[in-house]
């Protein structure tokens, strides 16, 4: 008798902590447990708030000169220091946010758009196309990523709109190839069969039943890629072949900073440390996506 | 395996025409015309066209393609617009910096990645793979040009151990190299991480755990072996990464290499240095990623009977 109360009361406890549960509700929380991840997603909330407030938010006037505060080291005042023309750093970091994230967004777009509707195609489609399609996803890949921006470039010329457009382009044949094998995963299954048994079009099925069955590596897929473009980017217009100064973008002002490395430290450091915060925030919540919708998806 | 290699060079053609094809049009592309923008502005009409006959772009397209690819068989990679020298030249004086930086920047990221991706796979979630998980975040997220700056303003400033620019000697090397390679080493740990992770839960490793080996024996003769592949293939596509990223290094550091003189000959628009460099920079890239795919053969003889 008593075993037999225990065992009901189990049950009801079971009963009562069950709840049923979509695939959404448990990737949320499983991404919620993830510390790492919950910290990249906090960085990379902050980061996007500050670009949109920046005009609001920041201290000073980005462009504007002060001869009477070259080159100030961190103070009250001025938390990040001031520049060789005076400027607040701090404001400049603000505004630079902008660049940056338009940057991430468009680069990333252009690369989303293309890439996925070639590996889309290549991948529904498969035969001559499919083998076309992925052979010059093949070159494009045989130039390393930082020398194919900067072919790019070369021909483009050196401004924030090619760089947008350079970054899409290299990160084309990422996003068709890891397009294109989830697609054929997918494919062969048997709501996609029965779909076209039923008479769906082919638009049909690639829009309704393909695309929202591959989402998940290209969400992924796409927050990793934010990152490097901006990582891409900052590297560009450190070279000279990016935004221009007087831009604030963190890439270019690094290397305005270099020459006043040793009389204003602040002028390199700060303008890494944040580009570095930016990457690491993007990376950490990739990483964490990645994990919460499936652990063991090649990205 | 004769037969194998043979297949696998016979594959590569297609890869390099597309290669030569994108250099190419790389320049066809440029917006204006060339013949003028190397003349200049005050130059007249007549001296314009004789530049293009020079440079052979009158002609058809395709025309202008297969001299082109016929030049590039004879070793001509045309003539720097800066310096008149043959660019091929160049690109070879200037060779050994970016070989050695490359080479010695790899070995770091081999040794600094599998350490940290082995540390941090035997014990999964522990501290020790918590710390090497978030050192190789940063190794991925830092910019390597920052990097480069703060390790000049570290140990060439502040503390005087190691010049700041320069590739005549040795130490010039050291700098430039363990920046590259920690920058490098992110990637190859978490890779070795998840497929050590990934071949640990297999049977096999089951069953030499099971006949009492030695974990030491486990980890170094049965996982890693098996989890080389894709540990070889990141170390291939990190050489031609590395190529790339030593483009950003070569500056920060003003090494005279291959890197930087593709930024130099993209900032005064010396198109067939930009070309050239390209060409040569992937057609390496491409024959690396070669010797990848013949050294898994070697690995695993499994992938010979599957092509």
């Known amino acids: 008798m008593e075993i037999s109360e225990k065992v009901i009361s189990q049950n009801q406890n079971v009963t009562t902590t069950y709840e049923p549960r979509s695939p959404w509700q448990m990737m949320i929380k499983r991404f919620k447990k993830n510390k790492r991840a919950m910290i990249g997603l906090y960085i990379t909330v902050l980061f996007i708030i500050v670009a949109i407030l920046a005009p609001w938010i920041s201290p000073y006037d980005p462009y504007a000169y002060n001869m009477k505060a070259l080159l100030q080291p961190p103070s009250l005042s001025h938390p990040f220091g001031t520049d060789q023309f005076g400027r607040d750093v701090l404001s400049r970091i603000i505004h630079g946010s902008r660049i940056s994230l338009m940057i991430g967004m468009v680069g990333v777009g252009i690369s989303i758009l293309v890439g996925v509707s070639l590996g889309t195609i290549a991948g529904y489609f498969g035969g001559i196309i499919d083998s076309i399609i992925m052979r010059i996803m093949d070159i494009l890949l045989a130039f390393p990523g930082f020398l194919l921006a900067l072919a790019i470039i070369s021909i483009l010329g050196p401004n924030m709109l090619n760089v947008m457009i350079a970054i899409g382009i290299f990160s084309i044949p990422v996003f068709a190839r890891i397009m294109r094998s989830s697609v054929i995963s997918v494919k062969y299954k048997e709501f996609i069969e029965a779909t076209k048994s039923l008479g769906g079009s082919h638009f049909f099925i690639i829009m309704k039943h393909v695309i929202p069955n591959c989402i998940a590596p290209i969400i992924v897929l796409s927050t990793m890629r934010i990152a490097t473009a901006i990582l891409t980017a900052a590297g560009l217009s450190f070279l000279g072949l990016g935004a221009q100064p007087p831009s604030p973008e963190w890439g270019a002002m690094l290397n305005e900073g270099r020459e006043y490395i040793r009389s204003a430290t602040h002028l390199s450091t700060v303008p890494g440390l944040i580009i570095m915060l930016v990457v690491l925030g993007f990376n950490m919540l990739g990483d964490g996506l990645r994990d919460a919708l499936d652990p063991q998806m090649k990205i | ?307």
């Open chain 2, 1 to 307: 395996m004769l037969g194998y290699i043979v297949k696998r060079l016979l594959q590569l053609i297609p890869t390099l025409i597309g290669v030569t094809l994108f250099a190419f049009l790389l320049v066809a592309a440029v917006p204006g015309d060339p013949a003028q923008i190397i003349a200049g502005d005050s130059a007249s009409p007549e001296e314009v066209e004789i530049i293009r006959s020079q440079l052979g772009i009158d002609k058809p397209l395709y025309e202008q393609y297969m001299s082109y690819v016929v030049n590039i068989l004879h070793g001509d990679l045309g003539t720097s617009l800066r310096s008149s020298q043959p660019v091929l030249d160049e690109i070879l004086s200037r060779f050994p910096t970016s070989f050695i930086l490359t080479v010695m920047s790899l070995i770091i990221m081999i040794i600094v990645g599998l350490i940290a991706g082995i540390a941090s796979a035997t014990k999964p979630n522990s501290l020790r793979d918590n710390v090497s998980m978030m050192f190789s975040l940063f190794g991925i997220s830092m910019p390597v040009f920052w990097m480069g700056i703060m390790f000049i303003l570290l140990f060439s400033y502040y503390l005087p151990w190691f010049p700041s620019g320069g590739s005549t000697e040795f130490k010039h090397f050291v700098l430039p190299s363990i920046v590259l390679g920690l920058s490098a080493s992110g990637v190859l740990a978490r890779l070795t991480r998840s497929s050590i992770l990934e071949i640990v839960n297999q049977d096999f490793i089951r069953t030499a755990r099971a006949k009492g080996l030695k974990e030491k024996y486990v980890i170094y003769k049965h996982t890693l072996k098996n989890a080389l592949i894709p540990i070889i293939t990141i170390v291939g596509m990190e050489f031609g990464i590395l190529l790339g990223g030593a483009v950003i290094t070569e500056t920060v550091f003003s090494m005279n290499g291959i890197g930087r003189y593709v930024v130099e000959s993209i900032q005064f628009r010396d198109f067939p240095a930009i070309q050239g460099s390209i060409l040569f920079i992937s057609t390496l890239f491409v024959f690396i990623i070669l010797l990848v795919d013949l050294s898994y053969s070697v690995v695993d003889p499994r992938v010979r009977y599957e092509n």
